[in-house]
């Protein structure tokens, strides 16, 4: 079994959580949000730490390493943290694992920090413009309408869960709030419950604007993967676009949703197996 090393790091007036697991090789590992936190990737992603060291951290604003609300936590702040710790790890260049807006933070490093990059792996990254993301936020929205999700929560609100199991029913509950992030939506409960941070997620989102990194990734040539399902509501252009950028592979995986470590595991550690770096 595996142990997981925790501890804390004071870097740009936060305090920031970190969490290494595995031997040999480091790989940066970026979770969603943002203002989300690296629990809710676990326990999959620890797959990957059986010939490698895993480096998570909770970026500032989310998870264990809260801020005050006058400390701001945009995205040149999040760029900055990542920047400290890698001088702070004395790593002369970042193996980067990011998933979700993990994976659009790790395109704003490496746009950056560009000789700072080893080798980039992208799972499900948020979209590369505010134009993908609004049809990201269109399809979302009109997923969490779908009738049966709402047959599905007057269903658990008349079951008497609540009272009889209360754990039970919070991750129902969790369950049908990331709903639209399925391709089937009946594997929504296998996803580690996690919370965000709302006032981290909206100044990230502001502090991006109407933003478009395309252009600014052409200096990012590094060795690179992306992957994302074909059901995820992030469009595939966005995938494609990223791939196109920074000269990519691309692996689109049909059945999929957002949530590719839940919905297909093996096809997604198989493929990040080999081309992390290793022991």
Not at 142 to 154: N, S, V
Not at 201 to 209: I, K, Y
Not at 231 to 255: K, N, T, Y
């Amino acid at each position: 079994m595996l142990t997981a090393i925790v501890g804390r790091v004071s870097l740009n007036g936060v305090n920031i959580f970190t969490r290494r697991v595995g031997l040999g090789p480091e790989v940066v590992v970026l979770h969603g949000g943002p203002g989300a936190h690296h629990d809710y990737m676990l326990p999959q992603y620890d797959r990957l730490a059986n010939s490698r060291r895993l480096v998570y951290y909770d970026q500032r604003g989310g998870g264990a390493s809260p801020v005050p609300r006058d400390v701001p936590v945009g995205w040149q702040e999040q760029v900055g943290d990542l920047e400290a710790l890698r001088q702070r790890w004395g790593a002369e260049r970042l193996t980067i694992l990011g998933y979700s807006w993990g994976g659009l933070l790790a395109l704003l490093y490496a746009a950056e920090h560009p000789t700072a990059v080893e080798r980039l792996a992208l799972v499900a990254p948020a979209s590369i413009t505010r134009a993908h993301r609004d049809v990201f936020e269109r399809r979302f929205a009109e997923r969490m309408a779908d009738p049966r999700l709402a047959t599905a929560r007057d269903a658990l609100q008349a079951s008497g869960l609540r009272e009889r199991d209360p754990e039970a029913y919070r991750r129902r509950a969790f369950g049908l709030s990331v709903w639209g992030y399925f391709a089937d939506p009946t594997r929504a409960a296998e996803l580690t419950p996690f919370r965000v941070t709302e006032r981290t997620r909206l100044e990230v989102w502001h502090s991006l604007g109407d933003y478009d990194l395309r252009a600014a990734l052409a200096a990012v040539r590094v060795p690179a993967l992306v992957i994302q399902g074909r059901e995820d509501p992030i469009p595939e252009s966005s995938a494609e676009e990223i791939a196109s950028a920074i000269g990519a592979e691309l692996l689109l995986l049909d059945g999929v949703g957002h949530a590719v470590h839940v919905e297909a595991p093996d096809a997604l550690f198989g493929r990040l197996d080999a081309f992390l770096p290793t022991l």
